[in-house]
């Protein structure tokens, strides 16, 4: 069709909440207990039965659609805002969906790039879990027909017994990436336990093992291990990579403007990365459009999508052999369900309470510390106030139970964590 006379005609946001699976949702609660809450973006055009639709994780976004953006869209042509990360990320994927419907080509095709591969790499998911949780986890990945596994790295877990637990139950090809967000913190910490974790076969990449920042501290890293260090693309800014041979791959993410420019830079430097967008079935299609045409985007997408017991979509994304397909379809080349949307739909203020959890992170020398919250948790370690990275170590969780003791103890961690000597198991 022609695209001169296509014009926006209204933007409709639907908020909706997304249950996780139940053995996620054990987890989640912890720290990422809003990721289920998702906008879904409508647009209609002036042309019937046009429509385009986008995602937007609101509680973990490169960026939320304003209602600026909205009303800057609105008898606007779509065509004229293709690219403008300013619009969010709901409202950007829908016009991309609806110019593509508009001419009959999917996403990729609108890029500008060549495309290079009809099946992406994509891994699977999880928050910070026990081994026992994590190696169901896995077993569940390897069913759906994924062969790579992201999983959280955390000081108060023992990385060695996750490694261990996943690997007894899938296939030799089956990979882990493992992120610590910076907090092994130093290359002295760190270098013990990558050369450590270098010895188990299904460890393939460690993402950001010490603070970004830390030239010296991760270009020593790379010369401890024999696999590969992702950074999170920024940090270091680019140039400092390049020169200084940071980090062998990257972490890439943003609207889709940014993530063209990052991936230009990496594909100059030959340098391979990962495409990180959260979200349910339209933001992991997106993800492989991008993925069709980036040359570089080789190592496995972390979408997350698995975390979910619905992916909004009518047809599943298919998977084989930890590659999912390309949609061919005209826009995004899916079909999203309408009805999922009313059944999940949520009411004003688009929020979930946090979760009232105590945790106790327990080392088997004979004592423990106890936290209010998650932040108060990540805040202690990245001070470098715990062990780091210790065999037997483990968390405990404990749910308010409406006891004196639970509110008691809830009330002395305002104050600060609290170390025990005992190995303590109840509140």
């Given amino acids: 069709m022609r695209l001169s006379g296509l014009k926006v005609k209204t933007v409709e946001r639907i908020v909706v909440h997304v249950p996780f699976t139940p053995r996620c949702q054990v987890w989640n609660q912890r720290e990422v207990w809003q990721w289920g809450i998702s906008e879904i973006i409508r647009v209609t055009t002036n042309v019937r039965g046009l429509v385009g639709f986008g995602e937007t994780l609101l509680h973990y976004t490169w960026g939320r659609v304003s209602e600026e953006a909205v009303q800057r869209v609105i008898g606007g042509n779509p065509v004229e805002f293709l690219g403008d990360d300013r619009l969010g990320a709901g409202l950007q994927m829908a016009l991309y969906d609806v110019v593509g419907k508009a001419l009959e ?3 990729y095709r609108l890029l500008n790039l060549p495309k290079v591969r009809d099946w992406c790499p994509i891994s699977w998911w999880n928050i910070d879990m026990s081994p026992e949780a994590f ?4 077993k569940e990945a390897v069913a759906y027909g994924y062969t790579s596994y992201k999983i959280k790295a ?7 017994a996750q490694v261990e637990a996943i690997s007894r139950v899938t296939p030799p090809n089956f990979k882990l990436d493992l992120d610590w967000n910076q907090m092994l913190l130093t290359a002295g910490n760190a270098g013990p336990v990558l050369s450590q974790l270098d010895r188990y ?3 393939a990449i460690y993402e950001s093992p010490i603070f970004q920042r830390d030239v010296e501290g991760n270009r020593h890293l790379r010369s401890l291990t024999t696999r590969p260090i992702a950074l999170h693309f920024g940090e270091p800014p680019f140039p400092t990579v390049a020169r200084r041979g940071v980090c062998d791959g990257f972490v ?3 609207g889709i403007a940014s993530i063209l420019r990052q991936a230009a830079l990496a594909d100059a430097f030959e340098m391979p990365f990962w495409l990180q967008m959260v979200g349910t079935g339209l933001t992991t299609a997106l993800s492989l459009h991008l993925g069709a045409v980036l040359k570089r985007a080789v190592w496995p997408a972390v979408n997350c999508l698995n975390n979910y017991a619905d992916d909004l979509l009518k047809r599943a994304i298919e998977i084989v052999g930890g590659y999912a397909r390309v949609p061919e379809g005209s826009g995004l080349g899916v079909e999203l369900d309408e009805e999922a949307l009313m059944r999940y739909r949520m009411r004003p203020p688009y929020a979930i309470p946090r979760p009232r959890l105590l945790l106790q992170v327990v080392w088997p020398q004979g004592f423990a510390v106890w936290y209010r919250d998650m932040q108060q948790c990540w ?4 001070a470098g106030n715990q062990p780091v990275q210790e065999r037997g170590v483990r968390m405990e969780t404990f749910a308010d139970d409406g006891s004196k003791e639970w509110a008691d103890l809830f009330q002395r961690l305002q104050q600060g964590p609290i170390r025990t000597k005992e190995e303590a198991h109840s509140a």
């Fill in 105 to 107: 080509v999917p996403v």
């Fill in 154 to 160: 955390r000081p108060w877990w023992d990385i060695y």
């Fill in 201 to 203: 076969g299904r460890v």
């Fill in 252 to 254: 890439v993410s943003g």
């Fill in 135 to 138: 190696a169901e986890e896995a």
């Fill in 379 to 382: 805040d202690d370690f990245l």
